[in-house]
């Protein structure tokens, strides 16, 4: 066997010579759809680009970083510039992107972040000078096509929520060539016009069939309208410049009706309950000044000269009763010890002990006779009994023997 057998590196290495001799692969854009994206620590990016049909992997150094605008992530269509070669040790060939750009809606992307960022620097953005929106809108101006959906669903719910409210439409065109300066020439006749609130929107699409919504020139007619503006542009999802601008960005169409009409059924439950409050306060009132009314009345009668000459009349009475009954009690008192005093002083008269068959002995000039020792045989002695006086003479004397 005289064939020659070569090693895995130097068939890499030959084909490595080959790849980076070759001068379309030297230099060479490539497009496609980015998938497994990942920034390593180092700061390199590795990502792969992929079709329909192929995949192709790739690296971009932290060298050449300082070249892209963006945040690269996976389903971004891009397109990107670098040399292709093969990595010796594993025999793979890839491309090494020194240059990577958004292609198609990726340009568009990266022009609305730009435009984003310089407005946003201007204060096109900033919140002194969002406009309030008011909340009993009578007349509510729109921005949008004559025809498809988002006027439908605008003009369905506005009237569902109040059958009195007052619409005007200016048929813009939307999308397409054109579209930016009818949007503006609508937004800035509906704002001399003196409506309440001006909602300006269209339906959902592409990032190509919003684009009208993400000019400058929209984004400055917004800005310098009077009238407080409502931006609707598409689904929930979509986000553009005019969004931004606006005094209130709306997720839908119908919910940008349904911020700018308030509901007049809500409205009159709420007046309801207002006059029932209401309702309900007067009463308190009125119970509250009867009581007050009431109170004074009391007062005045209670300070009227002839009520006092009552009450003092009625308080003399209450004195007299009382005085009459302090009397009696002080009488009944009185007698009562009287009687007692008397009882005590009957023992004590000499005319109570007279009665009691005692008799006063005197001698003749009156002296008090209380001992044999003050008497002599044939003096006279005057005896007081109870009816009368006797005069007597001592025939003996006798001592009492003890």
């Not at 854009?29 to 680009?49: A, D, Q, R």
């Not at 439908?152 to 579209?179: C, F, W």
Request: glycine letters at 8%; a neutral charge; one cysteine or more.
């Amino acid at each position: 066997m005289n064939e020659k057998a070569y090693w895995v590196s130097e068939i890499n290495r030959y084909i490595k010579h080959i790849f980076d001799s070759d001068f379309v692969l030297g230099r060479i854009w490539i497009k496609g759809e980015v998938s497994n994206c990942k920034y390593h620590s180092s700061g390199h990016i590795y990502f792969t680009l992929k079709d329909k049909s192929g995949q192709i992997s790739c690296v971009m150094f932290s060298a050449h970083r300082s070249g892209l605008g963006f945040k690269l992530q996976d389903g971004q269509s891009v397109m990107a510039k670098g040399n292709i070669t093969i990595y010796e040790r594993d025999g793979k060939y890839q491309l090494y992107a020194k240059e990577i750009r958004l292609d198609g809606a990726g340009l568009l992307y990266e022009k609305f972040l730009q435009l984003k960022t310089e407005l946003e620097e201007e204060g096109l953005f900033a919140g002194e000078y969002k406009q309030p929106i008011p909340k009993y809108a009578k007349k509510v101006g729109i921005v949008t096509a004559v025809t498809g959906a988002a006027i439908h669903d605008i003009e369905n719910i506005s009237t569902r929520r109040n059958p009195y409210i007052k619409l005007y439409l200016y048929p813009a065109k939307v999308q397409g060539d054109g579209a930016a300066a009818t949007i503006v020439r609508g937004i800035q006749l509906l704002d001399e016009m003196d409506m309440d609130v001006i909602i300006v929107g269209r339906g959902g699409g592409s990032i190509e069939d919003l684009w009208a919504f993400n000019e400058e020139e929209v984004a400055r007619a917004i800005f310098n309208c009077h009238t407080p503006v409502i931006s609707a542009v598409g689904h929930e999802t979509d986000v553009t410049i005019a969004d931004f601008v606006a005094d209130l960005r709306a997720p839908t169409p119908s919910a940008a009706a349904e911020l700018a009409v308030c509901d007049i059924r809500e409205l009159f439950a709420q007046i309801d309950e207002y006059k029932q409050l209401f309702s309900q306060l007067m009463d308190q009132k009125i119970k509250g000044c009867r009581n007050r009314l009431e109170q004074i009345k009391l007062r005045l009668e209670y300070g009227n000269p002839k009520s006092k000459i009552q009450q003092k009349r009625q308080r003399l009475l209450d004195i007299e009763d009382g005085l009459d009954r302090l009397m009696r009690q002080s009488v009944q008192r009185n007698r009562y010890r009287l009687a007692v005093y008397a009882e005590r002083m009957k023992g004590l008269s000499p005319l109570w002990k007279l009665s009691q068959g005692y008799a006063f002995v005197a001698d003749e000039e009156g002296k008090t006779i209380k001992s044999i020792e003050q008497v002599e045989k044939g003096q006279k002695l005057q005896i007081s009994v109870t009816d009368g006086d006797l005069e007597a003479t001592v025939d003996s004397i006798k001592r009492q023997e003890r």
